[in-house]
């Protein structure tokens, strides 16, 4: 994990740290960095739930492994599924309305009132997103300074902490921390985003599907009736499902 100068400045001047965690590999390793790097009263936990499409017991095993740090829930205007009938499509890799929209959004509200409330003049907001994921992940800037998020009262920056960390590297750390990572792993999920991600290979689909039938009759029964698939692939849930 390659720390940039200006983060020891920000930690000194007593900027709050936001953590987004999705409850997934990479917000734990995220994490666990972290709490070794910034005092505990200089940060605060955020998860964007999306309700009915995430794996249940996300909260559950982000708090357990928070030691103490604030821990917050905040949701989207609207559900998944509103959003996808509002625009008669699922989200794609170049619209992913899902993250802005579900995600972003709803963090982004949540940090301006929360630095207002607690005096803080400085947040940094770290994401856990890595370079190796893809070549779109590999472009992004480590730390920068966000224009647009900031304010006459505050200023915003971003941070990926552990954007140079490769995936053994993110297993290793959650492990030497002596932290177990989320079930939905140990079922052979390769990612932890939504159940169904629209980013999801065919194997992670197969999987969720096994374990979450009623929410993939649902997520058929609208492509059916949108005629709009949900998967990079193009492919239909459903046939993705009876493959062997």
Known sequence: ?????????????????????SAGKDSQAMKIKLLELVPRNQLVIVHA???????????????????DVP????????????????????????????????????????????????????VVNCMGLRAQESSSRAKKIQFQFKKNNSAK????????????????????????????????????????????????????LQIAGKHRPELAARYIETEERLNFTMSMAKVPLKDILARK
């Open 1 to 21: 994990m390659t720390i940039p100068e200006e983060i020891y400045s920000l930690i000194e001047r007593g900027a709050l740290f936001v953590v987004n965690d």
């Open 153 to 204: 009262h505050r200023e915003q920056y971003e941070w990926l902490p552990i954007h140079d960390m490769l995936i053994e590297e993110v297993w290793s750390t959650i492990k030497d921390a002596g932290q177990e990572r989320h079930y939905a792993y140990d079922l052979g999920m390769s990612r932890l985003s939504c159940c169904f991600c629209i980013m999801s290979n065919e194997r992670d």
């Open 71 to 122: 821990v917050f829930e905040v949701v989207g205007t609207k559900t998944f599924f509103e959003m996808v009938e509002h625009r008669g499509m699922f989200p794609s890799p170049s619209q992913r309305q899902c993250t802005s929209d579900l995600k972003r959004a709803p963090i982004q509200k949540f940090i301006n009132n929360y630095a207002w409330d607690n005096n803080f003049k400085i």
């Open 49 to 67: 739930n999306l309700p009915e499409v995430e794996w249940e017991g996300n909260m559950e095993h982000i708090k357990k492994y928070s030691y």
